[in-house]
């Protein structure tokens, strides 16, 4: 059984940053690829970025290349996401999500083939 906690959501002005992590318990086994998504209201699930948490490897969706990072501390169990620049079109829930299967391609991007979400945090970047 895999858990995700994600925490460090919060209300920001549009240039503003914030850090999520989302801390994780459970077997290591399935979480070769660990992500984070987003869903605003009234639209689709989409994904933000995702790492490779063997070999390190990272993906970006186009929208948050350059202002997004995605990282992780190994002794912690925990993924991060540094977003910085922040838009008032990034304001959503962020969802972090793991599965067994390494990202390659645009294969992180299916949501489907993630079995394990956390609850979510919320993220508003206000004008």
């Known amino acids: 059984q895999v858990q995700l906690v994600e925490s460090g959501g919060g209300s920001v002005q549009a240039g503003g940053s914030l850090r999520l992590s989302c801390a994780a318990s459970g077997s290591s086994y399935v979480r070769n690829c660990m992500a984070w998504f987003r869903q605003a209201p009234g639209r689709e699930r989409e994904g933000v970025a995702a790492i490779n948490t063997s070999g390190g490897s990272t993906y970006y969706a186009d929208s948050v290349k350059g202002r997004f990072t995605i990282s992780q501390d190994n002794a912690k169990n925990t993924v991060y996401l540094q977003m910085n620049s922040l838009k008032p079109e990034d304001t959503a829930m962020y969802y972090c999500?793991?599965?067994?299967?390494?990202?390659?391609?645009?294969?992180?991007?299916?949501?489907?083939?993630?079995?394990?979400w956390g609850q979510g945090t919320q993220v508003t970047v206000s004008s």
């Open positions: 999500a793991a599965r067994w299967l390494v990202p390659y391609g645009d294969s992180w991007r299916r949501e489907s083939e993630y079995k394990h």
